[in-house]
């Protein structure tokens, strides 16, 4: 029986067998967070999806406890915001809001670079441009998505400033819906694979050790994001049907769309 199938008194005896044991309970609560932040960032869970946590801890075979922690670490993210007596949802960000953290992005994002590139290990710059080189052969859209992030968060990973990564990293969280839009729309609208110039840039800058190009490069980086969705909130292009669509894993999470 799937979890939205259970009965609506299931949350009263659907306990986790380990829920009095603090490690078993944290190792649930980091596999439920898991699996819904790869579904967010996937693009699987969409933004404005609302989440009922009674449907989520039966599916897991859990108690509430470790739900409503999974959340909590998954709201500091920015991946879900959780509201008192309104209950949680998929994060969601409109055009203006994305537009406002990309701006923010350009001013943060090219300190956390600059602070990183002369502390990458060789190792650290080899792994990079493996990741470049992939880049220019992957077939999928999520493939690109995923080797993209992990491309630029790694660029920033030596910087020694947590705080700073940590809102790096929830930046590109709550913006990865248009991020996608931007690749599907732009780079991607002609087929898979393709060549980004501007990530060869910022790895030829990378392995000379240059901190000031690297910057310069990063900002512009992101800057042509900006400019796309801007170019869409204009009217250019219909924006990303954001809290709309399938949900394939929905009944499974126990998820409901947000009303508009």
Do not use: C
């Amino acid at each position: 029986m799937s979890a939205d199938q259970r009965s609506p008194h299931s949350k009263d005896v659907v306990r986790d067998s380990n829920e009095d044991d603090p490690d078993a309970g944290r190792l649930m609560s980091e596999r439920i967070a898991s699996e819904i932040r790869s579904a967010v960032l996937s693009g699987e869970m969409r933004p404005g999806t609302r989440i009922r946590q009674e449907l989520l801890a039966a599916h897991f075979g859990a108690s509430r406890i470790p739900v409503r922690e999974a959340l909590k670490q998954l709201e500091n993210e920015g991946l879900v915001v959780m509201a008192p007596n309104r209950g949680a949802w998929i994060a969601d960000v409109n055009s203006e809001e994305s537009i406002e953290i990309y701006k923010i992005r350009e001013a943060v994002e090219p300190l956390a670079i600059g602070e990183s590139v002369l502390n990458l290990t060789d190792e650290d710059v080899e792994a990079l441009d493996r990741i470049v080189r992939e880049l220019e052969r992957v077939t999928t859209l999520e493939e690109y998505i995923q080797l993209d992030r992990e491309f630029h968060l790694r660029t920033y990973s030596r910087a020694g400033m947590p705080q700073l990564l940590a809102m790096v990293e929830r930046f590109w969280n709550s913006t990865q819906h248009f991020r996608r839009q931007f690749v599907s729309e732009t780079y991607a609208k002609d087929g898979l694979p393709f060549s980004d110039p501007q990530h060869v840039l910022i790895m030829d800058a990378i392995r000379a050790r240059d901190v000031e190009a690297a910057q310069v490069l990063v900002r512009l980086h992101i800057r042509r994001t900006r400019v796309v969705i801007q170019t869409t909130e204009r009217g250019a292009v219909p924006p990303p049907a954001s809290g709309r669509g399938a949900l394939p894993r929905s009944s499974q999470f126990g998820l409901s769309r947000k009303k508009q």
